[in-house]
């Protein structure tokens, strides 16, 4: 039985806290807000027996195991500190935190208490995904050339909005451009080069980013993310051989169809019953039963080379925050 | 009745030559080559009264309409020039020449000597893709966030290949970039700022080139070619009520698809029994018969506006020939 909180229960908490019940020994046990009367009505809807309107009193549970932070992007930083520091082992919503400099921070703190860290990056654990990568790895498409992945909707504009505000680290590029650059980064690794460009609204946020990197081998990666408009959301691999192509949304797709030159295309389908949240609780359980304070699929070194790359984007965009 | 020239019977002369036995009123009437016997085995295919040996006997047939110049690229400039100051009329495969300075020099001949000149950029004359800007602005989707395009497929390696060769302007830029380009262009007109990536093979063409570009409302053009691997070669169009996708190959497809945001995708399929260079042909046909010496629709000021982002990228991406 591992026992879980809940630090921030928004809307993605939400849909994490229901995806936990179908995950095996998971125990939803705690929830905390900066509103007490926000937690309570989170606890009331899942049946958690511990709420608190203040975020440092999860750690007045010694017997809780694990908390999901769901913050807000500027406080995933301090939030994790604050629960490492306290002993509790955290799974962190992406991004990680606002920089290079916190992350780094977050992973000291982790490795010097012996804590466990994870980037909720929940899109690593997708099993359509881990296909797509068994895929390439074992040669379907032959040697692989590049990526390509877009991630556009259309955002309800509300200057108000914490996705318009710059101050709470608001735009395109934090929330799902992001993801872009994590299936680059899943496919082909750290790039040698990377230009990127971005478009910025009236509230000076970055609502289109477009992003090119090249690799070693002169593999090149094609992204572009927008707040501005409704994309496919497909993400491919290109090679030599063939091409592979997560349908939309990819990140949590359910399905990839293999095109072989010259062969017949192949489907490979997912079915599921849940938003897939599950996979990477399912994870940070397996690690915590195992008691590792790292996970092997989803580093803490990736999450440092993860957020390397959102700030190289952020200097060639000139995306401030 | 107009009669066509062609210089240069390779590939694409003998696609162009099979549509164009299926436009009204045009007649295959001479082809040239730097080989006699080539020339000779062309006008036999097509029963084309005229061939020669030499690219400037075809200005020995005054009765000669137009000619299509489907030399190499390298070539395109002196070829064009030749025949328009030999006073006929010129339809010049694309890339126009290889640079801006060439593609304004044989602007300017083609002005002074009053004679029609127009570079072969068929896919701006497809039904599909005229069907896809008239979308547009009907206001089918919105307003217009931006483009993306892809062209990518996979080239068998010849390091003797003219693909494959600088000096003869090889490369995924010229042959096959200047499509997304040319989408982004068509659609949105000329960019404020353009970011470009190439990888580089090993004979020293841009094996793969990667573009972003923005607009003067923030819009965003995101273009991607290959010739190491093959891509859907699909084209959008995203917009805030909707998307318009141009089904692959995007350059010369018979479909399209737009999406708007709440409501069923719509399919517009134009089917064709031809590559699709009849309509090209049938425009310069018309442009003939009017006596205009420029085409409305694809001016000579688009080839110097197509050529200058062409150059832009080279600059950017650091292609040489």
Redesign the interface.
Same mark, same amino acid.
């Given at each position: 039985m591992i026992r879980w909180g809940i630090l921030g229960p928004g809307h993605i908490a939400h849909k994490f806290a229901k995806d936990l019940l179908t995950v095996p020994d998971a125990t939803l046990y705690a929830v905390a807000s900066s509103d007490q009367q926000r937690a309570d009505e989170f606890a009331g809807q899942y049946a958690i027996p511990h709420s608190f309107g203040r975020y440092e009193d999860l750690l007045t549970l010694p017997e809780l195991d694990v908390v999901y932070v769901a913050t807000r992007h500027i406080r995933h930083h301090d939030d994790a500190v604050m629960l490492l520091n306290g002993g509790k082992a955290v799974l962190g919503e992406k991004p990680f935190a606002m920089n290079l400099a916190q992350v780094q921070h977050m992973v000291d703190t982790a490795r010097s208490k012996r804590v466990f860290l994870m980037e909720a990056l929940w899109s690593r654990f997708m099993p359509t995904l881990l296909k797509a990568r068994e895929l390439v790895e074992s040669g379907a498409i032959g040697q692989v050339?590049?990526v390509?992945a877009?991630f556009?909707f259309?955002a309800m504009f509300d200057p108000e909005g914490r996705l318009f505000d710059k101050k709470l680290g608001g735009g395109a590029l934090l929330d799902i451009g992001i993801y872009p650059l994590f299936w680059s980064y899943f496919i082909l690794g750290m790039p040698q080069?990377i230009?990127?460009?971005a478009?910025?609204?009236s509230t000076g946020v970055d %609502?289109?980013v @477009?992003?090119?990197?090249?690799y070693a081998d002169? %593999?090149?990666a094609?992204l572009?993310s927008?707040l501005?408009?409704?994309?496919?959301c497909e993400a491919?691999v290109?090679?030599?051989e @063939?091409?592979i192509?997560v349908h939309g949304r990819w990140h949590e797709s359910t399905s990839l169809t293999v %095109?072989r030159?010259g062969e017949e295309p192949e489907t490979h389908t997912f079915e599921r019953a849940t938003f897939g949240y599950n996979f990477e609780a399912k994870h940070v359980m397996d690690c915590l039963t195992n008691g590792q304070t790292e996970s092997p699929l989803w580093s803490l070194t990736d999450s440092l080379n993860l957020m390397t790359l959102l700030d190289q984007v952020r200097a060639e965009a000139g995306i401030e925050y």
């Open positions: 050339t590049g390509r877009d556009g259309k080069s230009k990127a460009t478009t910025f609204g %609502e289109q @477009g992003i090119i990197m090249t002169g %593999e090149m094609i572009d927008t501005r408009a409704k994309t496919p491919f290109y090679g030599t @063939g091409l192509k %095109e030159i």
